[in-house]
């Protein structure tokens, strides 16, 4: 069955409304950067995460949507291990570093379907640091909110 999504051209209008999002988004995270309460910048970051992980398909470039796809197929695969939420920053670059390494080999070697599954693990590791960061930042108190509430 062929993939619609990839066959599917948006619209000038869908395309500007897609960037439309994606500059409300950009206002927001920019917001959360600005010395606000706690509260609110949790709440700006919470919304900003949610729309930026909902743009218009058409948006979302096919090599990017591809490898989020292969990216979720090998996540999936590996549910029975231990989440990342629990490892370390340390645990996750080392993995991240030696399929880094592996990578490397392989397109030295034009080894392209290892290149391709190096690559989604790398892009894995490279997420779930960034996710593990988005939750530190989300549920720590900038240092001039904690001065506020003295």
Not at 39 to 46: C, H, I, N, S, V
Not at 90 to 118: I, P, T, W, Y
Not at 132 to 141: G, M
Request: hydrophobic letters at 40%; charged letters at 30%.
């Amino acid at each position: 069955m062929p993939n619609e999504a990839k066959d599917y051209e948006a619209s000038e209008q869908e395309q500007i409304e897609a960037a439309d999002e994606w500059e409300k988004a950009y206002q927001i995270s920019q917001a959360c950067a600005s010395p606000t309460p706690t509260q609110g910048r949790k709440a700006a970051w919470d919304y900003a995460t949610r729309l930026a992980s909902r743009p218009a398909d058409a948006a979302i470039r096919e090599p990017v949507r591809w490898f989020a796809g292969e990216m979720e197929k090998k996540l999936k695969a590996n549910d029975w291990k231990r989440q990342w939420p629990q490892m370390s920053n340390a645990d996750l670059v080392n993995l991240m570093g030696m399929q880094s390494l592996s990578l490397a080999m392989e397109a030295l070697k034009n080894n392209f379907e290892e290149v391709c599954h190096r690559a989604i693990n790398v892009g894995n590791y490279a997420m779930m640091l960034a996710d593990n960061a988005r939750a530190a930042i989300a549920s720590s108190p900038r240092e001039d909110d904690k001065e506020g509430a003295e």
